[in-house]
């Protein structure tokens, strides 16, 4: 029995929230929409706020944070970020008990119950970012959804993953073509902005292995995107590179609106 699971609960400009669960621990990745909008998604998937255990956070932009007050205060939730994450999102996520906030420093790697988590730094215009790759039994999961390029030490942290959640924000046509202010366009395309589907395809044809069964792509723009765009960008580029789309491995979408399945790792 796989006791390794995940749901992806939002992911999107609108707001991200991802859900994991093991044996032992029950978490929250970042909680970018209200709570009443989270606590709607775990009962996609017939889970409730009551039984989340810890909340990680990625970084303090809105579209991970808006929810992360109001859920720490009403289910005691321990909320775990880095340093200068915490010092950016008091400003904005109101009283949390001095017990529930947690430390979380960036490159580390630490065990909850029986699933151990690393943190990793990005390059995103936060104070300092930094997502997550979940390890269970031989087997990991890895989140990626902001950051302007991808590393070749980042590459090595998060090669051959089980699963991944990776960013496949827009397409860079519809970007430079759309209505968006020339400075937001700069910010979105710059090393400290989000990964185009072009640069998510050429990542993943590097980090993906003989271990990887899912991609999903997230935190696609409801404006600079198409999500059919998106996943023809990812499994085209894959298959020209002879990897094996829907034999080895499938790509994936996901919502800004609904959670996917709760999959096991």
């Not at 017939?46 to 990625?58: G, N, Q, S, Y």
């Not at 980090?207 to 085209?236: C, Q």
């Not at 590179?241 to 790792?265: C, M, R, W, Y």
């Amino acid at each position: 029995m796989n006791d390794f699971k995940v749901s992806i609960l939002a992911s999107g400009s609108s707001g991200n929230s991802l859900y994991i669960e093991t044996a032992q621990k029950k978490i929250l990745v970042d909680a970018g929409l209200s709570g009443k909008k989270i606590t709607e998604l775990l009962a996609e998937i017939d889970r409730t706020p009551e039984e989340i255990d810890d909340l990680f956070v990625t970084h303090e932009h809105r579209d991970h944070i808006h929810g992360v007050g109001v859920l720490a205060r009403k289910y005691k939730m321990n909320v775990h970020a880095n340093h200068k994450t915490w010092l950016e999102m008091e400003k904005c996520v109101g009283e949390i008990d001095i017990a529930q906030k947690k430390i979380f420093e960036l490159g580390k790697t630490k065990t909850f119950g029986d699933i151990d988590i690393e943190s990793f730094g990005v390059s995103h215009d936060a104070s300092e970012p930094q997502f997550y790759r979940f390890m269970k039994d031989n087997k990991s999961f890895v989140m990626l959804t902001d950051t302007g390029y991808v590393s070749d030490r980042m590459r090595g942290i998060i090669k051959n993953a089980n699963c991944y959640l990776i960013e496949s924000n827009h397409d860079i046509e519809i970007l430079r073509m759309g209505n968006y202010p020339w400075r937001l366009k700069q910010r979105i395309l710059s090393d400290k902005g989000h990964l185009s589907n072009d640069d998510s395809s050429k990542v993943m044809t590097e980090v993906l292995g003989d271990k990887t069964k899912r991609i999903f792509l997230g935190h696609l723009s409801k404006e600079n995107n198409i999500v059919e765009l998106a996943h023809m960008t990812m499994t085209t580029t894959l298959m020209q590179n002879d990897l094996g789309v829907n034999e080895q491995f499938k790509v994936l979408d996901t919502s800004p609106i609904q959670a996917t399945e709760l999959f096991a790792i």
